[in-house]
Structure formats: structure tokens, C-alpha cells
């Protein structure tokens, strides 16, 4: 059965930092462009960043550009989002996703119909 296990995420003051984890199991996904993605109360899930198969290539929402780093481990099977300079509005539940079908194209893989697996989520509180 193929997983994306999320797992890292907590209460946090603003300003303070969390690393989220992506842990893939039943197959591997180290040929596949992975991403997070992230959806707030009352609000539509939204694209936070997307990794090429590679980690080559990285590409953000502008509202996280410059605070979060997104980065994979292929020998562990795992995505990793790295979150600095947290604000309230980074509340969220946070997702993982895998597109198992294409190459990367940042329009296309800033969009959720491009990724064929999801995670359940994590909960992000960023508290003022």
C-alpha cells in the first residue's frame, strides 16, 4: 500500500521555526516531483512548494518565498519542508503530495490535480 506519512508539525510562537516530514513507504519516490501544499480554515488548499525528482529544482508560493525550504532525502524516501519565520497566517494543516505520472513543469505542478498521492496532514499553529 502505497503512504505519505506527514509528520513534524506542532504549535509555534511567530517567528519561531518547524521542519516538516514527508515519509513515502510502498514504493519509491525518488523519480516523482513531490510538494506541499497547505489549507487554512474556511480556505482552500493552496500550493506552499514543489521539488523536482532531482531536488534540482525548487519553486515556492510567494507568500512562503524566502521563509521555507523544501528539500528530499531519495536514500530515505523522504520530502522535508523546512519553515522559518513563522506568522499566523502559516496556520494550516499541511500536505504532502507525489505526482507519479510527470516531469516537472512549475505551472503545472503548483496546481493539486497534478499530484496522483496524498498524505493525511499535519496541523501548523503559528500563535501571536
Known amino acids: 500500500q502505497v503512504q505519505l506519512v506527514e509528520s513534524g508539525g506542532g504549535l509555534v510562537r511567530a517567528g519561531g521555526s518547524l521542519t516538516l516530514s514527508c515519509a513515502a513507504s510502498?514504493?519509491?519516490?525518488?523519480?516523482?516531483?513531490m510538494a506541499w501544499f497547505r489549507q487554512a480554515p474556511g480556505k482552500e488548499r493552496e500550493f506552499v512548494a514543489t521539488i523536482s525528482s532531482s531536488g534540482g529544482r525548487t519553486y515556492y508560493a510567494g507568500s512562503v518565498k524566502g521563509r521555507f525550504t523544501i528539500s528530499r532525502d531519495s536514500a530515505r524516501n523522504t520530502v522535508y519542508l523546512q519553515m522559518n519565520s513563522l506568522e499566523p497566517e502559516d496556520t494550516a494543516v499541511y500536505y504532502c503530495?507525489?505526482?507519479?505520472?510527470?516531469?516537472?513543469?512549475?505551472?503545472?505542478?503548483?496546481?493539486?490535480?497534478?499530484?496522483?498521492?496524498w498524505g493525511q496532514g499535519t496541523q501548523v499553529t503559528v500563535s501571536s
Open positions: 503530495a507525489a505526482d507519479t505520472r510527470s516531469a516537472f513543469l512549475r505551472n503545472q505542478h503548483m496546481g493539486a490535480p497534478a499530484y496522483d498521492y
Open positions: 510502498g514504493r519509491t519516490f525518488s523519480s516523482d516531483v
